[in-house]
Nanobody, 126 residues
Framework: QVQLVESGGGLVQAGDSLRLSCAAS????????MGWFRQAPGKEREFVAA????????YVANSVKGRFTVSRDNAKNTVYLQMNSLKPEDTAVYYC???????????????????WGQGTQVTVSS
């Protein structure tokens, strides 16, 4: 199986920036993808961003496009989410996600995810 460990969450003010990291270990595949979902209180888990492992093809949700950037470091088996100009509506638990194929980038749904991290809390105050 694949283990995912997130870090970088915290409490910030509106307009601040955060960088989330997710390190993967276990049986990963070069044809897979890693990314991020988030879930706010009372809401469904929603797609944020994802990137393929080999080609670096990425997709960012329209709700965060222009503010969030997803990137990867293949040597470290790590994916990052750079979050700029944070808003109170970005407050959520952010979950790292892994899929053994590019399906996460294609479908961008929780059902396309094979493994989840434990989540890291991001709270943005106004």
């Amino acid at each position: 199986q694949v283990q995912l460990v997130e870090s970088g969450g915290g409490l910030v003010q509106a307009g601040d920036s955060l960088r989330l990291s997710c390190a993967a270990s276990g049986r990963t595949f070069s044809g897979g993808a890693m990314g991020w979902f988030r879930q706010a209180p009372g809401k469904e888990r929603e797609f944020v961003a994802a990137i393929t492992w080999s080609g670096g093809t990425s997709y960012v949700a329209n709700s965060v496009k222009g503010r969030f950037t997803v990137s990867r470091d293949n040597a470290k088996n790590t994916v990052y989410l750079q979050m700029n100009s944070l808003k109170p509506e970005d407050t959520a638990v952010y979950y790292c996600a892994y899929s053994g194929s590019p399906t996460m980038v294609i479908w961008r749904t929780p059902g396309s995810v094979d493994y989840w991290g434990q989540g890291t809390q991001v709270t943005v105050s106004s």
